[in-house]
């Protein structure tokens, strides 16, 4: 199997999700981490410490701590790293040529030393997605030039295989914690009913599949659970149309999920990955044609149509499908909590067993490829070895990752129950660099039909009237319409969603944001609306927060409707002065405020990184992540950089062009705001 250009199309894309990611991220630093920004990025990383660089690597791995030796604070050492893995990835993408293993490595390094500067607004699922495929990909590229990437090598199909392995990991976790954490609604299949209303950046989309009827959503959420249990084993299937069939199919609910949520770059880089279950036919059909007999393609037809035929009479079977007396399907699963835990043991390592066949033969193939295809002995030694030491590489990675996976199950949390204690203390380890990572989530929506939302207000009197504070992206006036934000990941917004799930105490940053709002920092003020700001001319007396249920409106409310219905239910957090002596006292103890002189940083570095700033600055971050991603993508159709490319790239470059310049123009004429072209529908 020839996976050379599928390796080099992954390898590209990964490229475009790092670019969109340290754009966005570049774009919120000074308002999340600056000197005046909600988090001071100096309040995570103590440069002052009276060790050797050494140690204080060992104690937080970044390169974040460099800032002090070149003459920079930590902020404009994070636009160093943003700036650079912006033009590296940028590269990447434009150029096969850069896509090698010392680029991504860089780029990876950039990458997780940013995300050690704290998980407050740090460290979500698609970023731990996005450092551990980074790593993936410096073994995967070509070591030293992009030549190595022209010509397909046996070790292509080894180097790619982590990436599947990957890929399988990350959606049959997400499958299994649906379920083995006993969610009420996962297990009534009714999950899905509450599931678009309840998400922290709902998507226009979100809204009209919410009213959609009650037996559809509750398919959905079967559909769902075999797409995420049982399609994956699939993944290693040795038939390609079986393979091919699981990549249309998991892309199909990718891109359900990005036109019903808001989650950044998480489902385009997980379609990233999806590209690794193809191969190089299927990118040029006119050569599997003429490889492929009428025989072999019929019984390879057969075997497809086979295999999900059963996985579709064990859907029926499981889960108790019927067509009612109303002609609609209803759904109920059959089986229980016990059941299915007694299962997943056994699966697990069934799917070990399964994986580590795959790996074995592929490793072994391209052993004897290496030693068989080669010319000239001294050649076929060099390959060999080479391909035993990507075997290798492999196979650590493989079974250190192995953890993840058998976590899964609840008796295998603690180190005395784990069947393999010396991969546990490995992976416990590594653990803190990221290049291995759990991925199941327990999000159970059981919260019932209404979200939870903070609204902070402003006030130059304590007796009111108050005003709101209206956030970009996040819900807040009822009357604005739903957006669409991905790939853009706004931080602060998303996390404003996952504080009103818990107090104030439990997000002690939020004191932090208030205190900002009560000076008017302008570096946290263009973290949120400026178009509605009530206080953009002085800063308000007063805050305080109340927290709100939130509903979406009903279908028959029409367009002339607000998008949401809330009701207050209470203070969130009480009323702040600027003078406020237990806020200041609290802002003091987290080292906020602080009394300590400003490090000095070099002029010339400082000219230059604030005149970036000032520049990007003008334009609207979805219009400069679009404009990048559209300029990159013109700059590969008109020079060609000596690599091979297919019809499908081409015609993937020009769909990506046109939504980007349909993007570019909603975002110029609406504010960013792209869910006001649905009102009309609604």
Known sequence: ????????????????????????????????????????????????????????????????????????????MMDILCLTGICLSFMGFVSQTFCTAPIFMIIWECYFSLCQIGPTFMWNLWDQLLSEIGFLCGIMAPVFSAEQ?????????????????????????????????????????????????????????????????????????????????????LFFFP??????????????????????????????????????????????KKTSKAANPALVDFVSTATCILVYGGIMYGTWVWYKLRVSDNRTIQADIGFNQGQFNYALYHVIFIALYNEAWSFCSTATIAVI?????????????????????????????????????????????????????????????????????????????????????????????IGGPW????????????????????????????????????????????????????????????????????????????????RYHYRFSSWSSGSDRAWWTREKVG???????????????????????TDKPVPEVNESFKFILDSLRAVTARFEVNLLLWGVITAGCAIIITVHDGVETSRFESGLLRWVILVAGCAIVVTAFRGANFGTIFNGIK
């Open 1 to 76: 199997m020839v996976v050379r250009y599928t390796r080099n199309l992954i390898l590209r894309g990964v490229c475009t999700i790092y670019l969109f990611a340290f754009l966005s991220l570049y774009t919120q630093i000074p308002g999340l981490f600056g000197e005046n920004g909600v988090l001071p990025a100096r309040t995570q990383l103590d440069l002052t410490l009276q060790a050797d660089l050494i140690q204080k690597i060992k104690q937080k791995p970044t390169l974040l701590w460099i800032a002090p030796y070149i003459g920079l604070n930590v902020e404009y």
């Open 239 to 284: 038939n390609r149309k079986v393979r091919i069939t699981a990549f249309y199919l998991q892309v199909l609910l990718l891109l359900y999920t990005i036109a019903t949520g808001n989650y950044g770059f998480f489902n385009l880089l997980t379609i990233c990955l999806c590209v690794s279950l193809l191969d190089d036919q299927f990118f040029h």
């Open 369 to 461: 490829n290496s030693y068989a295809n080669s010319k000239g002995l001294k050649k076929k030694i060099m390959n060999t070895l080479t391909s035993i030491f990507y075997s290798v590489v492999v196979c650590i990675a493989f079974a250190i990752s192995v953890v993840s996976l058998i976590n899964l199950h609840p008796s295998h949390n603690t180190t005395s129950e784990f069947p393999l204690v010396q991969l546990k203390q490995m992976y416990t380890n590594i653990e803190r660099i990221h290049i291995f990572n759990n991925y199941g989530s327990s999000y159970c929506p059981s919260r019932g039909n209404e979200r939870p939302e903070v609204i902070i207000e402003g006030s130059n009197n």
């Open 467 to 546: 005003y709101e504070y209206h956030f970009l992206y996040k819900p807040g006036n009822v009357n604005n319409s739903l957006t669409f934000v991905a790939p853009h990941h706004p931080r602060l917004d998303w996390q404003m969603g996952s504080a009103a799930q818990g107090t104030y105490h439990q997000n002690p940053w939020l004191m932090s944001l208030a205190y900002r709002l009560l000076t008017g920092q302008p570096e946290v003020l263009a973290l949120i609306d400026q178009a509605h700001n009530p206080f953009s001319k002085e800063p308000p007396k007063y805050v305080r927060a109340n």
């Open 571 to 593: 203070e969130y957090f009480p009323i702040f002065s600027r003078d406020h002596t237990p806020l200041l006292e609290y802002l003091t103890k987290m080292k906020i405020l």
């Open 149 to 233: 990437a022209k010509v397909p090598t046996p070790t292509d199909a080894l180097s790619l295989w982590p990436v599947r392995w990957l890929l399988f990991r990350l959606i049959f976790s997400s499958g299994v914690s649906k379920l083995v954490t006993g969610c009420p609604q996962w297990w009534s299949l009714n999950a899905l009913t509450s599931y678009f209303e309840l998400q922290y950046i709902p998507a226009p989309m979100a809204w009209y599949a919410h009213h959609l009827p009650t037996w559809i959503l509750r398919m959905n959420a079967v559909v769902l659970n075999v797409l995420e249990l049982a399609v994956p084993f």
